[in-house]
């Protein structure tokens, strides 16, 4: 079955990195695109960034942009987001998402920008 | 650019159906037929019920369906359970600059 384990969340001081990984199993990592979207205590969803099936294409929030990186490395079967200058505005739980990707050929699966697996979550603490 | 507009409450009786909007704009429910639903229960990931603005995924009851007019996209639950109870959020693929947007969600109650 597809499963999503988010890793990397805790406690950090303003200004500061982080890096979250998401380790995927279940289903083939390289035929897919996938994303972050993060949720902040008590609110709702916010799409914060995907990339397409090889990582030739990432797609960010207006909010992330200049400040995030997400990668993957389908060798490891592994999403990451690379969180630069954080601010208590980022603390959240960062989910990662499976893209839909319901039109497929034999090596790739098209975007579909709906999410059907997501992962349970890591939570990040933006605070000094 | 700004969420998709939702409201922030909707509640029903078992056995009752509900509907829930979400509007956005021309440059994203209005455009692309991309509009999904997720349904979240406290202290768990968001579950996908409606994909396409109108399809189920497998395993989704055919009690909740989905539906689009100009800018604005519903999502209706009929013969409301218990079980129902969550949030629910809207999603909209919002074109090659904002990519996303999501609606600021909306909690059910099930009377």
């Known amino acids: 079955q597809v499963q999503l384990v988010e890793s990397g969340g805790g406690v950090v001081q303003p200004g500061r990195s982080l890096r979250l990984s998401c380790a995927a199993s279940?289903?083939?990592?390289?035929?897919?695109?996938i994303h972050w979207v993060r949720q902040a205590p008590g609110k709702g969803l916010e799409w914060v960034a995907g990339v397409s099936y090889d990582g030739s294409d990432k797609y960010y929030a207006d909010s992330v942009k200049g400040r995030f990186t997400i990668s993957r490395d389908n060798s490891k079967n592994t999403l990451y987001l690379q969180m630069n200058s954080l601010s208590a505005e980022d603390t959240a739980v960062f989910y990662c998402?499976?893209?839909?990707?319901?039109?497929?050929?034999?090596?790739?699966?098209?975007?579909?920008?709906?999410?059907?697996?997501w992962g349970q979550g890591t939570l990040v603490t933006v605070s000094s | 650019q700004s969420a998709l507009t939702q409201p922030a409450s909707v509640s029903g009786s078992p056995g009752q159906s509900i509907t829930i909007s979400c509007t956005g704009t021309?440059?994203?429910?209005?455009?692309?037929?991309?509009v999904s639903w997720y349904q979240q229960h406290p202290g768990k990931a968001p579950k996908l019920m409606i994909f396409?603005?109108?399809k189920r995924p497998s395993g989704v009851s055919n009690r909740f369906s989905g539906s689009k007019s100009g800018n604005t996209a519903s999502l209706t639950i009929s013969g409301l359970q218990a079980e129902d109870e969550a949030d629910y959020y809207c999603c909209s693929f919002a074109g090659s600059s904002t990519f996303v947007l999501f609606g600021g969600g909306t909690k059910l109650t099930v009377l």
């Open positions: 021309s440059s994203d429910v209005g455009t692309y037929n991309l």
């Open positions: 998402a499976k893209d839909s990707g319901r039109y497929c050929t034999s090596t790739s699966c098209s975007r579909s920008w709906d999410f059907d697996y």
């Open positions: 279940g289903f083939i990592f390289s035929n897919y695109g």
């Open positions: 396409e603005v109108g």
